[in-house]
């Protein structure tokens, strides 16, 4: 077995420095090759036309739109998160999208921002982050076995333009049956308290997903297929050609 390491081939956008990554390339038209690949460098596949500020927080988004190649800045949106009575879970995450969005783009007129706000739903409940291992624990208890449903909306604000684009992405999830003592160790691993229905599909939470229909990302916290596409629709950004 043979192993060519071809360091001209293109790097896949996911590569970060000191990671590994796994890259496939044709070798002699017909023979699929892995390759596994260390890169010290950051590829940005996309150009930014506009200044884009993320208004949030979640280490999970910054690293979802890093992975995608896009270059912006992080700035906190600090509002207050309360569900009203009345509010969809769909109208909840659409309204905190916009405040979080709207907040920042109030300090930096001139500049694209980019909020979002991720909710689970299940059975019309609408679970959120657990405030306790207790709450984590009866969360997990209530999704094992079913599908849920994860809401995201994202919200696109320019002050300068007069500007404003919102849309949810919501995705089907389906849990494996959980025993107990899985439930109760996963809490122990501290992963679920600062994320939505309290678990992450990106983590060790992983183990627990049978299945999904639709976004992945969207589980993650940011529906990136969906925001790259307003964004390249908005001529905020455009694909960056491969120099030669």
């Known amino acids: 077995m043979y192993i060519v390491l071809n360091w001209s081939l293109p790097l896949v956008p996911s590569l970060q420095p000191g990671n590994q990554a796994v890259c496939w390339t044709k ?3 017909k023979t699929i ?3 596994n690949a260390i890169s010290g460098k950051r590829y940005h ?3 930014n036309r506009q200044k884009i500020i993320l208004a949030s927080e979640s280490p999970r988004r910054k690293y ?14 600090e509002i ?11 109208e909840y995450v659409k309204r905190l999208s916009f405040e979080k969005a709207r907040y920042i783009a109030a300090k930096h007129p001139e500049t694209w ?3 979002a706000d991720t909710v689970v739903v299940m059975d019309n409940h609408l679970l959120e982050k657990p405030d306790s291992t207790e709450d984590a624990i009866e969360m997990l208890k209530f999704l094992s076995n079913k599908t849920h449903t994860v809401y995201t909306g994202f919200t696109l604000c320019s002050r300068q333009k007069n500007r404003v684009i919102t849309k949810i992405v919501t995705t089907d999830v389906l849990f494996k049956k959980l025993t107990l003592q899985e439930i109760q160790w996963y809490v122990s691993t501290g992963e679920p308290f600062d994320k939505a229905g309290a678990y992450a ?4 939470g992983t183990f627990i997903v049978k299945s999904i229909t639709g976004s992945y990302t969207n589980v993650v916290g940011l529906p990136v297929c969906e925001v790259i596409e307003t964004l390249i629709a908005e001529k905020i950004i ?6 030669r």
């Open 80 to 90: 207050k998160e309360e569900r009203t009575a009345l509010e969809s879970p769909g």
């Open 201 to 204: 599909i990106q983590g060790l």
């Open 113 to 115: 921002t980019l909020g």
């Open 238 to 243: 455009e694909i960056n050609p491969r120099r």
């Open 27 to 29: 070798l002699h038209k």
């Open 33 to 35: 090759l892995l390759i």
């Open 64 to 77: 979802l739109l890093e992975q995608a190649g896009i270059n912006f800045s992080v700035e906190p949106a």
């Open 45 to 47: 596949i996309m150009k």
